[in-house]
């Protein structure tokens, strides 16, 4: 006898239908010693009863078996009316008279109807895939969690069978509130990708999804960014609507990332992505303080990382290739907080294994190829963006000065700009052939950035060319450019004083491309 006061509620009789098996067997047995009345449907029951596991089956309390090919099953007062039906005294009653069996514990998940979707994107029976039992079982045991237990996660059975094991077979309220909270946002969250899957969309039509959905990870985050202010982090749930699943990493050293390390390594990661040759990126507070290509790992590193040795102190590091047992090297006399790549060399883990402070992460960079969206939040709103891929092409590189570049220089500007747009606005990059040697980013002015970068870059500013982020307002960070040695300049363009820009350009002997586009980065 079960009550609604909060008292631990015995589990003596359970329903079990499910369509990912795993875990199941092992949970069944640990039941079936607690002396749980086991029940399931078909499949649950034809997989249990291969294990080994003695079970009823539920078509003896319903009289149905499969209809229609199995679309009823559990869709019958035999079940839900057990699992429904309060423990009151009178909910007693009424269940002996209909000759009803309570369920304590229902256990259930649903046809993967977001895997099926993800795998097939163009499937013509994704409606074959939506599950309507399994989804009401759970909604039935969520609602009745005064008395009944619901699991909808394999990973819960475990935990609850710890508990079962140590409370005499019962269940907490606490318990079961929780699973019950868990089993509606699963149900909320299965429902909403089948809706997102079914709305309409028609070839250029608006492409952004009407509702974004996020679930908590189980990450834990020490603080965000200053130890003050807590955080947590969460993943997208949609379905369909272009939205890119989180890419997977695996910690291999040191302790667990931080909210920092968070966006750090995601925007090196991002640079890293834009080169098809070895390529690192250091990366400080979210922007690049150095960003190289080279022949090997190795040399890449080398290259980002003289790019300023002030700012690199401390810094995170992506490649966009496995690291070797002799790219640890590189770092010699360096601080670095954080290395990510796709995989690292057993040897190469041991010879970092001296730098206790250094995290590394095994993750590959995005592909460029996937679409993915950016969200940042102002005024309680959140902010949703397409990512930042679009491609220059050699009809981007208008020339608007007398003097063309050279091959080389049409390359570095290239290189340049594919840097650029990940800095922070207000953005400048100066690049020798494919290392940068000068960053100046976040500044409220284009001339400040430009003075930055020149005087992080010194005498290697000197033949090297120029990336700007968006049009020069005015010509004082040519003049600054042209006075550093600066020969190329690629920028967007568009502002009503180009003339007197282009023109100092030629003063200069400076060639100068628009692209037409710009690449801001707030």
């Known amino acids: ?102 369920f304590d514990l229902v256990v259930t998940n649903f046809y993967p109807f977001e895997r099926h979707l993800a795998d097939h994107p163009d499937a013509t029976d994704r409606e074959e895939f939506v599950d309507i039992g399994g989804v009401t079982l759970a909604r039935a045991g969520a609602k009745n969690h005064a ?4 699991v909808t996660d394999p990973a819960d059975y475990a935990p609850l069978l710890t508990e079962l094991r140590s409370n005499g077979g019962a269940v907490s309220a606490a318990t079961r509130a929780r699973l019950a909270g868990a089993a509606f946002r699963r149900t909320t969250a299965y429902d909403a990708a089948i809706a997102d899957a079914f709305a309409p969309r028609e070839a250029g039509s608006d492409p952004f999804p009407e509702e974004v959905r996020f679930r908590r990870e189980p990450m834990k985050l020490r603080y965000g960014e ?31 990332l931080s909210f920092t390390n968070l966006l750090d390594v995601d925007t090196a990661l991002a640079i890293v992505a834009e080169f098809p040759g070895p390529s690192a990126a250091v990366v400080k507070h979210a922007t690049p303080c150095g960003v190289a290509s080279g022949a090997t790992v190795r040399e890449a590193l080398e290259r980002a990382i003289a790019t300023d040795p002030v700012a690199r102190y401390g810094c995170a590091v992506a490649v966009n290739r496995p690291f070797g047992p002799g790219d640890a090297g590189a770092f010699k006399g360096v601080f670095v907080d954080l290395l990510a790549a796709p995989s690292f060399d057993p040897a190469a883990l041991e010879s970092l294994g001296h730098r206790a402070k250094v995290k590394v992460v095994e993750v590959a960079p995005p592909s460029l190829a996937d679409p993915g969206w950016e969200t ?39 290189f340049a700009w594919r840097v650029v747009r990940h800095a922070k606005s207000n953005a400048i990059v100066l690049a020798d052939g494919a290392k940068t040697v000068g960053i100046g980013s976040g500044q409220p002015t284009r001339v400040k950035a430009v003075e930055l970068a020149c005087e992080v870059a010194a005498e290697r500013a000197r033949g090297s060319v120029l990336a700007s982020d968006a049009f020069f307002p005015f ?40 692209t037409g586009w710009r690449v801001f980065r707030h």
């Open 475 to 514: 010509a004082d960070g040519i003049e600054v450019a042209g006075r550093a040695g600066v020969r190329a300049i690629i920028q967007p363009g568009g502002s009503l004083r180009d003339p007197e820009v282009i023109a100092t350009a030629e003063k200069y002997g400076i060639s100068m491309y628009f």
């Open 226 to 256: 200053n130890p003050h202010q807590p955080a947590a982090v969460y993943r997208r749930v949609d379905a369909g609507a272009g939205a890119a699943g989180p890419r997977p990493f695996r910690v291999l050293k040191g302790d667990a």
């Open 147 to 150: 008395w009944v237990t619901v």
């Open 1 to 102: 006898m079960a009550s609604e006061d909060g008292a631990p509620v015995r589990v003596e009789r359970a329903l079990l239908s499910v369509d990912d098996k795993s875990g199941l067997a092992e949970f069944a047995r640990g039941l079936a010693e607690l002396r749980v009345e086991l029940w399931a449907t078909g499949g649950t029951r034809r997989s249990l009863t291969e294990s080994g596991v003695a079970v009823g089956a539920a078509e003896d309390l319903t009289g149905v078996a499969a209809w229609f090919g199995g679309r009823v099953k559990t869709l019958h007062p035999a079940l839900l009316g057990g699992i429904l039906a309060p423990r009151t005294e009178a909910g007693l009653r009424e269940m002996q008279e209909r000759g009803l069996r309570p």
């Open 376 to 414: 940042k939040s102002a005024l309680g709103r959140l902010l949703l963006q397409a990512q930042d891929r679009r491609e220059l092409v050699p009809g981007d590189f208008k020339l608007v000065t007398s003097t063309a570049a050279s091959p080389e220089a049409g390359c570095a500007l290239d």
